[in-house]
């Protein structure tokens, strides 16, 4: 049971919008930056967004993140068939006194 | 082209060791701190530990403290996972990843291709 709560799974239909919520606490969404990765079938993670809301080089501007009290965001508009994948949050947590990950969501698109 | 490749990984029984290795090329290692993520099959991401750059300052999660011992080698742009005291829920593939240097974030940003551990009788 991660310290971070992330819905399962998702879905959505090509071109729609679909978001993905990470529930945290004071300890670490509350008052750490929040990260986004996207786990592609069978590949290594990728980080999609850092601190909240930057995109690395070579991210589309598709995905955004916001950060609100103890809750994130992950927006993907635009959805297209290769953004099926498993999404986790993270974030340095004060209490465990290291970073934890959300428990993972899994996207499919229609 | 910046990369991180893992080696080490295998099959070992309970209690036994193990020791990952991850070479870095295409960047300076040495400035960077670094991380271990594993995942064990079929479920999510879990960080184990983190080393700074100069080696000055360590974590570990709660799971893996006093059992596995992470260092590096800057001169061979190498880091390690000594694992001790294996468990069978230490099986998971083992990542290492870079850090992107902002304190206290899980930012990582360079990731190599896992390393397999399945610790089994």
């Known amino acids: 049971q991660s310290v971070l709560t992330q819905p399962p799974s998702a879905s959505g239909t090509p071109g729609q919008r679909v978001t993905i919520s990470c529930s945290g606490s004071?300890?670490?969404?509350?008052?750490?930056?929040v990260n986004w990765y996207q786990q592609l079938p069978g590949t290594a993670p990728k980080l999609l967004i850092y601190t909240n809301n930057q995109r690395p080089s070579g991210v589309p501007d598709r995905f955004s993140g916001s950060k609100s009290g103890t809750s994130a965001s992950l927006a993907i508009s635009g959805l297209q068939s290769e953004d099926e994948a498993d999404y986790y949050c993270?974030?340095?947590?004060?209490?465990?006194?290291?970073?934890?990950f959300g428990g993972g969501t899994k996207l499919t698109v229609l | 082209e910046v990369q991180l490749v893992e080696s080490g990984g295998g099959l070992v029984q309970p209690g036994g060791s193990l020791r990952l290795s991850c070479a870095a090329s295409?960047?300076?290692?040495?400035?960077?701190?670094m991380n271990w993520v594993r995942q064990a099959p079929g479920k999510g991401l879990e960080w184990v530990s983190y080393?700074?750059?100069?080696?000055?300052?360590?974590f570990y999660a709660d799971s893996v403290r006093g059992r596995f011992t992470i260092s590096r080698d800057n001169a061979k742009n190498s880091l390690f996972l000594q694992m001790n005291s294996l468990r069978d829920e230490d099986t998971a593939v083992y990542y290492c990843?870079?850090?992107?240097?902002?304190?206290?974030?899980?930012?990582?940003?360079?990731w190599g291709q896992g390393a397999m551990v399945i610790v089994s009788s």
């Open positions: 993270a974030v340095w947590d004060d209490s465990l006194d290291g970073p934890v």
């Open positions: 295409g960047f300076s290692f040495n400035v960077y701190a």
């Open positions: 004071s300890s670490n969404i509350g008052s750490k930056a």
């Open positions: 990843a870079r850090d992107v240097g902002i304190p206290y974030n899980a930012a990582f940003d360079i």
């Open positions: 080393l700074s750059s100069s080696s000055r300052t360590i």
